[in-house]
């Protein structure tokens, strides 16, 4: 097999899209980019991409008449990338189930909580107001419910008696940063294998 194409799917700053390039360049993911793709005509994720050399694919919800022809459009824009694996980085939309559906198994998101606590919005004031002592973030499989999906890594981040939610998601992104990379490499490397629930992964000598 060839070697695996990426594409990310990023509406902001898109420091996870960078942590991502950075491995990539570096030879520690073993991909090359398809694209990027951004609602978000301004999202500072695209100035990330230019630098690079990554294309962009903008499909801005403003240019669409409703939901369902923006969905068309954004599906159409998957689909012509030709990438392997969807990388949901900080992309603010939810995707429509048939979307999900059709690209099973080859999307993947990053979420500031340790799932299934505190899906949805605002997780990391989540994490506080409930009181927890540990939090952390979660990358999983997208599937067609709210941060939902089969989990593929964890990382825990202890909760300060001091923490606001700022300073919360400040050490979360942290972790982001590393474990979002590392679930593209396994991807890539072909490590992952779905048991039930279970997402396992696999050693360079179980091949």
Do not use: W
């Not at 505190?118 to 939090?135: E, R, T």
């Not at 279970?198 to 050693?203: C, K, L």
């Amino acid at each position: 097999m060839g070697m695996k194409r990426i594409a990310v799917l990023a509406s902001g700053r898109g420091s996870n899209f960078q942590a991502i390039i950075d491995r990539v360049c570096d030879g520690t993911i073993p991909a090359e980019f398809a694209c990027l793709i951004t609602d978000n005509p301004s999202a500072y994720a695209i100035k990330r991409a230019e630098k690079h050399d990554i294309s962009v694919s903008v499909v801005s919800f403003s240019d669409y008449p409703d939901r369902e022809s923006y969905n068309q459009a954004l599906e159409k824009a998957m689909q012509e990338s030709g990438a392997d694996l969807f990388v949901l980085a900080g992309y603010m939309r939810l995707l429509k189930p048939e979307t999900v559906r059709g690209f099973a198994g080859k999307m993947i998101n990053i979420h500031p909580a340790l799932l299934p606590s505190f899906s949805g919005l605002h997780a990391q004031q989540q994490a506080l107001d409930y009181g927890v002592k540990i939090a952390g973030c979660t990358v999983h499989f997208v599937d067609e419910g709210m941060d939902t999906g089969l989990i593929i890594l964890q990382y825990p981040v202890v909760v300060l008696s001091d923490d606001t939610e700022e300073s919360l998601a400040a050490r979360i992104m942290e972790f982001e940063h590393l474990s979002l990379p590392l679930a593209v490499k396994l991807f890539c490397e072909d490590r992952l294998e779905v048991s039930g629930r279970t997402v396992i992964i696999h050693d360079h000598q179980d091949e």
